[in-house]
């Protein structure tokens, strides 16, 4: 049986593609077979076939070298909105089955499926379905992408709290710094080490 994580995060616009794809390029590094999976797209542009393309999305195929963006990404939608609101706009219901069966699928023929979610934990899928419950669906461990700056010890956690009363377990954290300083970053880091309960990943810098 395959690895596979789901990748949350503490916001939105956190970091978690960059994070996916540094995951990804290291374990193909290792001879790995790895697959990515983007469930739910929200901020999408049309391509020159007419068909929906998602940035993230993108960034995940050149990584994986994935060429069937409808396995690894069903849900696309063009409004960069929440993804249950931008499916009601579409007319669309978001399946945790049919999420499942390419998951599965992508599963079969890979070392490692990296699932990465859109917003945080809670976020929406519909009005009665979030990201949790999509990676309660898919059973797999957790990674919690911490933006790291002021207020994220905070946010950190209490998203590993509720990751942890939806039953999943928080196999690690990676640490992501989207604003160019953090005063007493050390301290922050140490802080985070010490209260989350699981090991830190990864440890990526500011980059602009």
């Known amino acids: ?4 994580y789901f990748i949350t995060g ?10 996916a794809v540094r995951l ?22 049309l391509g020159a076939d007419g068909e929906l393309v998602n940035d993230d999305v993108e960034r995940l195929i050149a990584a994986s070298g994935q060429t069937d963006r409808d396995a690894m990404n069903p849900y696309r939608f063009a409004p960069p909105i929440s993804p249950h609101l931008a499916a009601r706009q579409a007319g669309v219901s978001i399946d945790l089955a049919l999420l ?15 699932v990465e979610g859109a917003g945080g934990w809670y976020a929406p899928l519909s009005d009665t379905l979030s990201m949790a419950d999509l990676a309660r669906a898919l059973a797999i461990p957790v990674l919690l992408v911490v933006g790291v700056r002021l207020g994220c010890i905070n946010h950190a956690r209490l998203s590993a ?3 942890r009363a939806s039953g999943l377990t928080l196999a690690g954290w990676i ?14 880091m140490a802080t985070l080490t010490a209260t989350l309960g699981a090991p830190p990943w ?3 810098a500011y980059q602009q």
């Open 1 to 4: 049986m395959s690895r596979a």
């Open 10 to 19: 503490t916001d939105t616009e956190i970091g978690k593609t960059h994070s």
């Open 24 to 45: 990804i390029e290291r374990w193909r590094g290792e001879g790995l077979r790895v697959a990515a999976m983007k469930p739910v797209a929200s901020g999408c542009t």
């Open 100 to 114: 499942r069966q390419r998951f599965a699928a992508l599963q079969a023929d890979a070392d490692i499926v990296v």
């Open 161 to 163: 709290e509720a990751i």
């Open 175 to 188: 640490a992501n710094q989207p604003v160019a300083d953090v005063s007493c970053r050390d301290e922050v």
């Open 202 to 204: 990864l440890d990526i």
